[in-house]
């Protein structure tokens, strides 16, 4: 929880330098926001530990069974609403409950609802809860590389409100000038320049003062930073 908090303050502060929606992210919004997000998942209680521990890929049952998290979230936050009155901090945490595996290509659930038709808080919340499940390791695989985490989004950019995902793109992007990556090849590059045009695959250069521009080498790919 304290991970999608952070990443959640990062992403605020981030839209208030660089965003179309500036105007709306005021601490009002900011303080809400990163206090609302852990509920974000809370219908997850009532989903089996068999599902949600489970090592390895869900089966078509499974992920149904799953996915009805939204709504349990939902009406729960919902209950809770209605004994304590009007409370923007559960009001936010009622609409990113149901609503934060919904995508702007309408290919999410549980409505399948489209563009600006999701809220706000919501689409909000789908580029930080993919983000923290990106860079988490699980038991099948290990934690995204930053780099990874933007090659992600870009193979599935449609399914975010870019003005909101590109200003963390950019900030996670620069974030890696200086890092050193091992490439599938195994050979090891320091990041020197971010590509505008490919943020997931940067200018490298090596020891050898040799430049790599991997938006030009589709063969290679980051493994991981060391």
Known sequence: MERVQQYCKILSEQLVKDSPYSHLIDKKFIENIINASPLHDIGKVGISDNILLKQGQLSEDEFEKIKKHTIIGYETLKEVHSKFGANSFIEMGMTMALCHHERFDGSGYPYHMKGEKIDIYARYMAIVDTYTAMASPRTYRNAFTPLQILGNYEDNIEKYDITLLLPLMKKIANSQIGTTV???????????????????RPILKNNENQFLDLSKRTDLFIVKNV
Do not use: F, G, I
Request: charged share 25%; proline share 0%.
């Open 182 to 200: 091992q490439l599938s090849d195994d050979t090891v590059w320091e990041v020197l320049m971010v590509n505008e045009n490919k943020y997931s």
